[in-house]
């Protein structure tokens, strides 16, 4: 990645921040962009216009395009169907066209719940079913880019974790909020399956593959799998509060009205295609939140 020229969509996010740092690392020439940042480091761009996007591939040129732009909240892609598909669909299709017009290698972001989650996991090679209109729209992405690129990277996420206290907008620091309100009971699902993926390893894990010019699709998760009560109780553990905590196991059905929108049984995934080409070292996720676990350890100290 040395003075390799790389567009970064989405850059402002949880993942975004754990590419940009291995990129800087690596001492790439970085254009990182999103639609809402307060970050002077990270340039405006809007991924559904794609003249404004032509004009950032005709003046940046990047070699290669990192494709993390897309609305991820399942529910706002519920009620707000269109912008969605503009979003996630349309916004990949144009970065896949300049891409190809530009000669650019796209890397593009996509997710476990492309699945339908009727079977307990799922590898590289089985059939997506897509549920609600978040999945729908990424895995068109995934299906646009496969049949319009010969030079591409997909990369299949599982449950997001990392960013840290300002960053993570998903699960981990939910909890931890909750906690830092002051509530000392927390009621969790137990009937969703997934396998947490720490952004750190996912990032650095791309790059040796991408290093490679190992060109496909591929399943990149953290190792094992569990149940969104196991990452919670694994996480309260960790922070040492588990005496202050009660968890209490709950059914999908409790949060029904707040969380509305489909989403599969399990969207645990195996790393099938990176294990056999020995490329697969992202590490167990409960090691993985142990390591990140010290960042609120540290952040709730100073509470």
Known sequence: MKDRRVLVTGASGMLGEA?????????????ATDITTTEPKISYLDIRDINQCNKIFHEFKPNIVFHLGALVDLEYCELNADVAWLTNALGTENIALLSKK??????YISTAGVFDGDEDVY????APNPLGI???????GEVFVQQYLSEYYIFRAGWMMGGGVIKDKKFINKIYKKICSGVNELFIVEDKLGTPTYTYDFA???????????FGLYNQVSLGGGSRYDVAEEFINLLGLQSNIKLNKVGSAYFSQE????????EKLINLKLEARGLNQMRHWKDCLKEYSKVFLNHYGKI
């Open 134 to 140: 978040y999945a729908k729209s990424k895995y068109y």
């Open 123 to 126: 590898n590289d090679f089985d």
């Open 102 to 107: 530009y000669d650019a290698q796209m890397v």
């Open 19 to 31: 590419i940009l740092q291995v990129l800087v690392e690596k001492q790439a020439n970085i254009l």
């Open 259 to 266: 969380f509305f929108a489909p989403r599969p049984q399990s």
């Open 204 to 214: 650095r894990n791309m790059f040796n593959v991408i290093e490679l010019g190992y």
